[in-house]
């Protein structure tokens, strides 16, 4: 079942003369199958506190008698609406106190009404923020922006305000649709869809937090992207590294990432079978400590970036018991170790195909390409190695992104996205054969 609620609209009573009056606005909701509607309340500054309070008191009033006369027809709920600085700003799930202090900040920077707030998970939207005349913010300091805006009476540019938010959704921002404004003779076009009804102001913050709807007006997928890293060493196995694995793992947390795979180097060369199984065994202890330090702040999973005829390869959702019998791989052909790998529900990507211009092998041996790596002292040819990935589509090769993180000064920018938090290897082998991902590329995200 699908439900819709309108984040954005404004009546007579709510906004004042040439609003449409409620009767006529609530009908117009009905009829086009709205089940709930925030009614957007201006919120009016003024120099006497207990004036100000009464503005807010009489606001929630009138909401509390409209909501009661539309009862099982329309959820009518309360949002607020406050303009600082050229631009406006939409508040859903305050209280009355919370909106009495909001009165302190008039017309200061949004951070200050959003620190107010915040506390109680009240959410501070930035509304159409392309409009002509707004900008949208770019230190993000709101909880969400409003990607589509149906207001008749001026340009939202919501198609640019789209493109923007596709980029920034790394940075966790959240993201609302409303109509706004529309006319007489018009009907509502904005709001969310959900698969269950929004009866109160807490429902409301929890699904846009959770991002479970689709906007209405806008192609994005309004879920919280997750940040996985796919490639990165540390010091205590990778000998080219020379940052701790629990640094990494402060660092990543930082950087707003959820799952790191730490991925060090191994090989047999020149290895007896006791001293390559001693390394993995290391390998694997490093990763383990790792994961227990960072706790329920990040998801750590093993990884491995193996060298197999001179190549780089990475192992996606490698175990310590495959490893441990495979002393020889490093000679192997690829494509024979492949199947081992594959056999035991894993993946053999490609690490930079074409770093220091390396020619690229045969792609059906391998099941997906890292078509872009962060390095910044290689050149991994991330282009050639994209334009190559973009001729070879027909092959249906997963398409990998990674840091290759390796010292202090390297900044995590690379990646995958996804809905959801991958918690180990299994999820992330599945999730990489669904193709349901975006890539970070350069700290940014990217569809496939
Ligand atoms: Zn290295
Ligand atoms: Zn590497």
New binding site residues.
């Given amino acids: 079942m699908n439900y819709l609620t309108d984040l954005h609209a404004y009546s007579e009573k709510s906004f004042g003369d040439g609003y449409l009056a409620e009767n006529v606005l609530f009908e117009k909701y009905i009829e086009c199958g709205y089940k709930t509607v925030v009614l957007i309340y201006k919120i009016e500054f003024n120099d006497d506190q207990s004036v100000f309070q009464a503005s807010i008191d009489h606001m929630f009033k009138t909401n509390e008698t409209l909501a009661e006369k539309y009862k099982g027809r329309l959820n009518v709920l309360l949002g607020a609406e406050f303009n600082t600085c050229d631009n406006d700003f939409l508040i859903y799930g305050a209280e009355k106190s919370d909106l009495y202090k909001l009165n302190n900040y008039c017309g200061d920077w949004v951070t200050d009404y959003r620190e107010e707030l915040n506390h109680k998970k009240v959410l501070v939207v930035q509304a159409h923020p392309a409009k002509v005349g707004g900008r949208l913010l770019e230190d993000h300091n709101v909880d969400a922006f409003e990607v589509y805006c149906g207001d008749e009476r001026f340009n939202s540019n919501n198609s640019f305000t789209e493109k923007y938010c596709e980029k920034y959704q790394t940075h966790g921002i959240l993201l609302t649709s409303g109509s706004g404004y529309f006319g007489e003779d018009s009907k509502p076009s904005g709001g969310i869809i959900t698969d269950f009804e929004i009866k109160t102001s807490s429902e409301l913050v929890a699904a846009i937090i959770n991002g479970s709807f689709k906007l209405l007006g806008s192609k994005l997928s309004p879920s919280r992207k997750f940040k996985t890293e796919l ?1 990165c ?1 540390s010091s205590e196995i990778s000998g080219c590294s020379s940052v701790k694995a629990k640094d990494v793992v402060d660092k990543y947390i930082k950087n707003g990432y959820s799952t790191l795979v730490l ?1 060090n180097h191994l090989n047999t060369y020149g290895k007896t079978p006791d001293e390559y199984r001693r390394r993995v065994r290391r390998m694997f202890e490093v990763c383990h400590e790792a994961k227990m330090y960072a706790g329920d702040r990040l998801n750590v999973i093993p990884g491995v ?1 193996v060298n197999i005829q001179s190549e ?1 390869y990475l192992i996606i959702g490698v175990t310590e018991e495959f490893l441990y019998d495979e002393v020889n791989f490093s000679k192997e052909e690829v494509s024979e170790f492949r199947k081992k790998v594959n056999a035991a529900g894993m993946l053999l990507i490609c ?1 930079h195909p074409m770093r220091f211009a390396h020619v690229i092998f045969d792609y059906r041996d391998v099941d997906g390409i890292e078509v872009y790596n962060g390095h910044p002292e290689h050149n991994s040819n991330n282009d050639l190695v994209a334009l190559e990935c973009a001729a070879k589509k027909d092959l249906g090769l997963i398409l990998t992104s990674g840091t ?1 993180h390796h010292d202090g000064h390297h900044k995590p920018n690379a990646g995958i996205l996804t809905d959801y938090p991958i918690t180990n290897g299994k999820e992330l082998v599945d999730v990489l054969k669904s193709k349901e991902y975006s890539l970070i590329k350069n700290g940014y995200g990217v569809s496939l």
Wanted: proline letters at 0%; charged letters at 45%; glycine letters at 0%.
């Fill in positions: 490639h060493h991925t970036e780089d690490a290759d």
